[in-house]
């Protein structure tokens, strides 16, 4: 059974930092099926926020481009994202997820989503 557990989130001003774990079990990267995170604000449709595949390359939105940084601890079975110069367009509750397919944020497993709020 596969489970992704976020955690990390929370609130903080404009300019500040967050980093969002993602505790993985039962699920194996492989060539054709990406792990990353998405994010949804109320009102939006989701955006990918980033990718990361079983060898280590790595994929960012345009929006979140050298603020934001995905990794992996295979040791520890878990993704990190590193979240800097954090803005309010970053508010959204972000979900970790696995097993991505087709386009967007279509993923086979997610989390619950950890809520990360950016004040002005």
């Known amino acids: 059974q596969v489970q992704l557990v976020e955690s990390g989130g929370g609130s903080v001003q404009a300019g500040g930092s967050l980093r969002l774990s993602c505790k993985v079990s039962g699920f194996t990267p492989s060539d054709d099926s990406d792990m990353g995170w998405y994010r949804q604000a109320p009102g939006h449709e989701c955006e990918l926020v980033s990718t990361i595949n079983d060898v280590g390359s790595t994929w960012y939105a345009d929006s979140v481009e050298a603020r934001f940084t995905i990794s992996q601890d295979n040791a520890k079975n878990t993704m990190y994202l590193q979240m800097n110069s954090l803005k309010p367009d970053d508010t959204a509750v972000y979900y970790c997820?696995?097993?991505?397919?087709?386009?967007?944020?279509?993923?086979?497993?997610r989390g619950q989503g950890t809520q990360v709020t950016v004040s002005s």
């Open positions: 997820a696995a097993g991505r397919y087709g386009s967007g944020c279509r993923f086979v497993y």
